[in-house]
T-cell receptor, first 112, second 109 residues
Framework: DAEITQSPRHKITETGRQVTLACHQT?????MFWYRQDLGHGLRLIHY???????NKGEVSDGYSVSRSNTEDLPLTLESAASSQTSVYFC???????????FGPGTRLLVL | DAKTTQPPSMDCAEGRAANLPCNHS???????VYWYRQIHSQGPQYIIH???NNETNEMASLIITEDRKSSTLILPHATLRDTAVYYC??????????FGTGTRLTVIP
């Protein structure tokens, strides 16, 4: 069955290190999204992509970057991890801009 | 996207219908109502969405008032596995889903 996966599911890193979180979907969806979820804030959009080579900033993009070299993957990179980036990260995809978004299982990141 | 108002928590007896209300008084004509749920530590799960008409699928029913200012998600026979936070979202198709704080539904045995 088609699906969306994230890896790793849990990650502990140190302040200042570069970290990359993977997101892979097999639905052949054009749109992919990265959110973070923190207590008291719900889900907030970090970056999104409408297709290969397309990337856009979301509400909380500072300190994060993404690249889209193929349809299936949208890796999220924390250039220099900070303790404020400790969070749960969710990836999502949708066939088009007005279509339903489907979410991955999440990655719990702890920055020490 | 219009903002929504949901009760912070609700209880429901197992096997009974769970009716989760949502107010979206500022909704505009082209905004859809979406419902997602999030079971502890998992990714948000899509449930159902609608524009004007009531909708039903294998998971739930969505009842939208005629003026579209409020809606109700109905889980017809709640089970313990339906315990989750339920989010009501209105969107025009923009890229961002504003989840808010949702309703924490607890299904009681």
């Amino acid at each position: 069955d088609a699906e969306i996966t994230q890896s790793p599911r849990h990650k502990i890193t140190e302040t200042g290190r570069q970290v990359t979180l993977a997101c892979h979907q097999t639905w052949n969806h054009n749109n992919m999204f990265w959110y973070r979820q923190d207590l008291g804030h719900g889900l907030r959009l970090i970056h999104y992509s409408y297709g290969v080579q397309d990337t856009n900033k979301g509400e909380v993009s500072d300190g994060y970057s993404v690249s889209r070299s193929n349809t299936e993957d949208l890796p999220l990179t924390l250039e220099s991890a900070a303790s404020s980036q400790t969070s749960v990260y969710f990836c999502a995809s949708s066939p088009g801009q007005k279509e339903t978004q489907y979410f991955g299982p999440g990655t719990r990141l702890l920055v020490l | 996207d219009a903002k929504t108002t949901q009760p912070p928590s609700m209880d429901c007896a197992e096997g009974r219908a769970a009716n989760l209300p949502c107010n979206h008084s500022t909704i505009s004509g082209n905004e859809y109502v979406y419902w997602y749920r999030q079971i502890h530590s998992q990714g948000p799960q899509y449930i159902i969405h609608g524009l004007k008409n009531n909708e039903t699928n294998e998971m739930a029913s969505l009842i939208i008032t005629e003026d579209r200012k409020s809606s109700t998600l109905i889980l017809p026979h709640a089970t313990l596995r339906d315990t989750a936070v339920y989010y009501c979202i209105v969107r025009t198709g923009a890229n961002n889903l504003f989840f808010g704080t949702g309703t924490r539904l607890t299904v009681i045995p």
